[in-house]
């Protein structure tokens, strides 16, 4: 995945780390289980899952075989990638749901899963009660892009060219209501433009049709964008972001350019069930934050257009994740969003 009312405070909502959380899905058995884990020993006993919500080969997949293989050789045990894409994100997410809750299965998603996809599709869990992030594993800004056959080569010129155009033009985005959405709705309140939103089921197809000339623009993440950019194939305006991403040091951001609300993103994280034990899910987070302070897995990170997780703990990411959620709810209902 990953703005709403105050979009420019949404992608540093994963930096606090608040006062302690009690995970409002945690059960009194879960509180109970918690009480007891207060030790890892033993764990873990077997390999350990890393459920995919994704499709094979996409940033999810890839991101959980880095973790995996750190975490493997960390722990003394595999790290085992299960690939579960599909129905939005939901049935991995009900594989995990469905296991025993001993810290051998884990949940390998993108926030927008969480905190976007809901306001959209119906869940069969509830993603604030049902799942707690464990860690944070990577982030990257949304950006604007475009096609080469768009004559406008800078933000300014791309402004000039969709006012001069009489009903507007296509933005795609990879999903309604998803934050990749959301932006090109915030851009065309902030500037005045008309942009015509033309919805895909997922960022792979929308970028395909981008490349082929199928419509001019896109909001999407580096995450997605990173390799076509690097390889001259898409053109990037501006990046939805507080500050220059230092992957793309030379692109600025929507807040220089004078249009700060537009700011988004998206992220990656691990997720379990609150019932699994404290202590696993604390000696997890800190093997996560290892693995992500080493060059070699960070330069992988890179490799992908994200940068490594910025740390926050259990409780900080339960607060950012809920915020976030209310957050989008509240924007996708200023603009009158109905779920198709």
Known sequence: MHEPHDPSARRRLLLQAGASLLPAGLTGAGRAAN????????????????????????STDVSARILGEALGNALGKPFVVDIKAGGSGTIGAMEVLKSPPDGHTFLMSI?????????????????????????????????????????????????????????????????????????????????????????????????????????????????????????????????????????????????ELGYPKVEGGSWMALWTQPQVPTAIQERLRQEIDKALAR??????????????????????????IAREYEQTGALLRSIGYKPE
Do not use: C
């Not at 060059?295 to 950012?320: I, K, S």
């Open 35 to 58: 009480a007891q884990g207060s030790s890892t020993a033993g764990w873990p006993a077997r390999p350990v899952r890393l459920v995919v919500n994704g499709a094979g080969g996409g």
């Open 111 to 255: 926030g927008a899963v969480m905190t976007e996809v809901p306001h959209s599709v119906k869940m069969p869990f509830d993603p604030l009660k049902d799942f707690r992030a464990v860690a944070e594993l990577w982030h990257g800004p949304l950006l604007l892009i475009g096609n080469n056959q768009v004559p406008a080569k800078t933000f300014p010129e791309l402004l000039a060219w969709i006012k001069a155009q009489p009903k507007g033009v296509s933005i795609a985005n990879y999903s309604a209501g998803t934050a990749s959405h959301l932006m090109g709705v915030v851009l065309a309140r902030e500037a005045g433009i008309e942009l015509n939103h033309v919805s895909y089921r997922g960022a792979p197809p929308a970028t395909t049709d981008l490349i082929a000339g199928q419509l001019p623009l896109m909001f999407t993440g580096l995450s997605v964008s990173y390799a076509q950019l690097k390889a001259g194939a898409v053109r990037p305006y501006a990046v939805a972001a507080s500050k220059r991403s230092e992957l793309l040091p030379d692109v600025p951001t929507f807040a």
């Open 295 to 320: 060059p070699d897995v960070v330069e992988r990170f890179r490799n992908m257009g994200t940068l490594p997780g910025r740390g926050a703990n259990a409780d900080g990411l339960a607060r950012a």
